[in-house]
C-alpha cells in the first residue's frame, strides 16, 4: 500500500504545474529506502520514472535518470537504521549532488553538448541552476515524507493498524 502510494504520489506531483526539477522523486526514492523492503525500494522509484517518462515523453538520458534514482534508493538502506534528521538531511543533499553529476554527464555523453572538456564544464556549469532547485525541492519533499511517516507511525504504533499500515 505504502509503495503504490509512493508511486502514485510521485507520478501525480510530476505533473502538476512546478518549478522545473522541483519535484519529489528523489525524495521517494531516499524514503522508498529507508522505510520499504529491498525489493519495494527498488522499484518504486524505477516504476514511477517509467511510468511518468513514458507519460511526459522518453529522452536519451533515461538510463542516467533512473539509475541515479536507483542509487539514491541505495543510499536509503544506508540510513535505514541510522535515521537521524542531520543523517536523512545529510543524505538528502548527497542524492541531489549524485543526480547531478550522474544526469549532467548523461547529457553531455548523449551529445547534448560538445563531446570534449569544454563541453563537459559547460553543462555542469549550465546545470547549477536546476541543482539549487533540485537540492531544495529533495530537502523540502524529504522533510514532509519522513515527517508525515513518523508522525502516523507515532500515532498507530500497538494499535490494530500497525500490521497495515507500518
Known amino acids: 500500500m505504502l509503495a503504490l502510494s509512493l508511486i502514485l504520489i510521485g507520478i501525480l506531483l510530476r505533473f502538476i504545474p512546478h518549478v522545473p526539477n522541483f519535484t519529489p522523486v528523489a525524495a521517494i526514492a531516499l524514503f522508498a529506502g529507508v522505510y520499504l523492503n529491498k525489493k519495494q525500494a527498488l522499484i518504486v522509484p ?9 507519460l511526459l515523453g522518453m529522452h536519451n538520458v533515461i538510463i542516467f535518470t533512473w539509475g541515479s534514482f536507483l542509487l ?3 543510499l536509503g538502506f544506508m540510513v535505514k537504521n541510522r535515521k537521524t534528521i542531520p543523517g ?13 553529476l550522474i544526469t549532467n554527464f548523461g547529457v553531455w555523453a548523449m551529445g547534448w553538448y560538445p563531446q570534449n572538456i ?18 531544495l525541492s529533495t530537502l523540502i519533499y524529504t522533510f514532509v515524507f519522513f515527517a508525515v511517516y513518523e ?13 497495515v499500515l507500518l
Open 151 to 163: 508522525f502516523i507511525a507515532s500515532r498507530v504504533r500497538k494499535t490494530r493498524l500497525e500490521k
Open 88 to 100: 536523512v538531511g545529510l543524505t538528502a543533499v548527497a542524492s541531489s549532488v549524485i543526480f547531478y
Open 72 to 74: 539514491v534508493t541505495l
Open 118 to 135: 569544454k563541453g563537459l564544464l559547460d553543462c555542469y556549469i549550465l546545470g547549477l541552476p536546476f541543482l539549487r532547485l533540485f537540492t
Open 46 to 54: 524505477l516504476l514511477l520514472m517509467v511510468i511518468s517518462d513514458i
